[in-house]
């Protein structure tokens, strides 16, 4: 399959105010531009931000950050798309943006990332200190039609040729059972509103959810 050419990008997409101290992490960085050039000051103003990340959750191993510019005009506001993930002792840790400028997206992926992991550690200190498990699996059912647990989100930066109604994304998840907690840390830190796991006690799939603010859903299949 034919790589994609890269595109010429107006340099000022990834300009922004200058950095007093670059700074570099010390997990391992890789990042990527898919159909794009990344810029040696990008990538240094991309290390200084991980760097700050890394100061608030010094058990990351690693950062995969990947930049893609979308060339369809209709959403050259949302033109450049940034996205981080981090893995870790604490397991996996996802963010990205699309805004106007690369520079932008880079700081709403940031903060978007501060914000799942500063919400992951306190989630897990509620968790600690007696904070009521999620609602049972009967109340969840009670409540579905009423209160359903969220699907996934298609990606809204999908090739604009797909039809409305396609699948346009699968996704595996590791089965290694968990507990509620652990699953709902993993929630957090991926920044989606629910997360499937494989539940330890029963070893049913199941799915937890939000509902609102530190209340959590939790669904699984009954046996028939």
Do not use: C, W
Not at 51 to 56: A, D, G, Q, T, V
Not at 74 to 83: F, G, M, N, T
Not at 104 to 116: D, I, M, N
């Amino acid at each position: 399959m034919a790589k994609t050419p890269a595109v010429l990008l107006d340099p000022a997409t990834f300009d922004g105010p200058e950095t007093d101290d670059p700074g570099t992490p010390d997990a391992a960085v890789t990042i990527r531009g898919r159909n794009v050039e990344v810029p040696d000051h990008f990538a240094t103003r991309i290390n200084s931000k991980l760097s700050k990340i890394e100061k608030i959750a010094p058990n990351i191993q690693r950062f995969d950050v990947i930049l893609l510019h979308e060339s369809n005009p209709r959403l050259a506001k949302v033109s450049q798309r940034l996205e981080i993930t981090t893995k870790g002792k604490a397991g996996v840790a996802r963010a990205e943006a699309a805004e106007d400028t690369f520079y932008a997206a880079l700081e709403s992926a940031v903060a978007k990332l501060e914000r799942q992991i500063r919400k992951a550690r306190t989630r897990r200190k509620i968790s600690h200190t007696g904070h009521r498990r999620p609602m049972s699996v009967a109340e969840a059912t009670a409540e579905l039609a009423a209160d359903a647990a969220p699907a996934e989100v298609l990606d809204q930066y999908a090739v604009d040729e797909q039809l409305p109604g396609q699948i346009v994304r699968r996704k595996e998840h590791d089965g290694t059972p968990m507990t509620v907690d652990e699953a709902l840390e993993k929630m957090e830190l991926v920044g989606h509103d629910f997360y499937l796991f494989r539940d330890s006690e029963t070893g049913r799939a199941t799915v937890v959810y939000r509902r609102h603010a530190f209340d959590y859903g939790l669904l699984t299949l009954s046996d028939g």
